[in-house]
C-alpha cells in the first residue's frame, strides 16, 4: 500500500516541478506568442489574465519585461490586482537606467519615477 501511494507522490511531485519549470521562461513564452502573430490580448479573458497575473508575480524578476510591455490600462490593472509587483517593478526601473529609457513616459508616471527622473534632470543640468 505504501509503496502504490510513494509512487504517486512521486509522480505528483514530477508533475509539479515541470510545470513550475514551464513557467520560469515567462519571457520566452510571451516573446513566441508575439512573434508568432498570435493575439496578445491575454487580459479579455478574465481566467487566462488572471493565471498571467499569479503567473508574473511568481516569476519575479523574469517577468518585469514582459509587465512593461503591456499597454498601461493593463499594466496598471496588474498593479492594482497584484500589489506586492509595483515596489518590486519600480526598484527594478529604478535601478537599471537603460531600461527606463526604453518604457513610455506614461509608464514612468504610473510607476511613480516621473519626479525622480525631473530630479535628476535637474541635476545634471
Known amino acids: 500500500m505504501s509503496g502504490c501511494c510513494h509512487g504517486r507522490r512521486e509522480g505528483r511531485r514530477e ?6 519549470d514551464s513557467f520560469l521562461d515567462i519571457g520566452t513564452l510571451c516573446d513566441r506568442a508575439r512573434l508568432s502573430g498570435t493575439d496578445p490580448t491575454i487580459w479579455k479573458v478574465q481566467r487566462l489574465w488572471v493565471g498571467f497575473l499569479k503567473c508574473a508575480h511568481q516569476t519575479v524578476p523574469h517577468s518585469f519585461p514582459v509587465l512593461l510591455q503591456l499597454p498601461m ?6 498593479l492594482t490586482r497584484v500589489p506586492d ?10 535601478s537599471q537606467p537603460n531600461i527606463r529609457s526604453t518604457i513610455p513616459r506614461s509608464t514612468i508616471t504610473l510607476l511613480g519615477l516621473a519626479g525622480a527622473e ?3 534632470a535637474e541635476q545634471q543640468a
Open 15 to 20: 508533475m509539479v516541478s515541470g510545470a513550475s
Open 73 to 78: 490600462a493593463q499594466l496598471e490593472d496588474a
Open 85 to 94: 509587483l509595483r515596489p518590486l517593478l519600480v526598484a527594478h526601473v529604478s
Open 118 to 120: 525631473a530630479a535628476a
